[in-house]
């Protein structure tokens, strides 16, 4: 699938209700140049990582999401904007399984420690 990225950037711009001649200045290019940046199907990522930076998107914001794996854990775009809610919930959802998952590892290292403890003791 090919992404437009002026038409993603113009969205951005949009959504946070930037006027274009702000926005413009926070780049340091003319308002004709955004109007240009608007039109184009790919940029410089150069230029891209600081409309990023100006923008306070990271620059995987830009490139279509990941798949969907059936949890909704990594789907944050629909369409062309940014759904805010669904973000914040996939985040907490990923912040809660990371916190699961270092707590199972803590429990298999203590499992592991004396299981080689007990048999340390016995073998030698």
């Known amino acids: 699938m090919k992404i437009h990225i002026g038409n993603k950037i113009r ?9 274009i ?6 780049i340091q290019k003319s308002t ?17 990582k600081y409309i990023s930076d100006v923008l306070d998107v990271p620059m995987s914001y830009w490139f279509d999401c990941i798949e ?3 949890d909704n ?7 062309n904007g940014l759904n ?3 973000s914040s919930v996939a985040l907490n959802n990923c912040q809660l399984r990371l916190d699961a998952a270092l707590k199972e590892i803590e429990y ?16 030698e």
Do not use: C, M, R, W
């Open 68 to 70: 969907d794996k059936g």
């Open 84 to 86: 805010i809610a669904q």
């Open 32 to 48: 004709t140049a955004v109007y240009d940046i608007y039109k184009k199907e790919d940029i410089n990522t150069a230029l891209l």
């Open 108 to 123: 298999q290292k203590k499992i592991i420690e004396l299981l080689e403890g007990g048999k340390g003791g016995k073998g």
């Open 11 to 19: 969205n951005l711009v949009d959504l946070k209700k930037i006027p």
């Open 73 to 79: 854990l990594v789907q944050t775009h629909h369409g």
């Open 21 to 26: 001649a702000d926005f413009a200045s926070k």
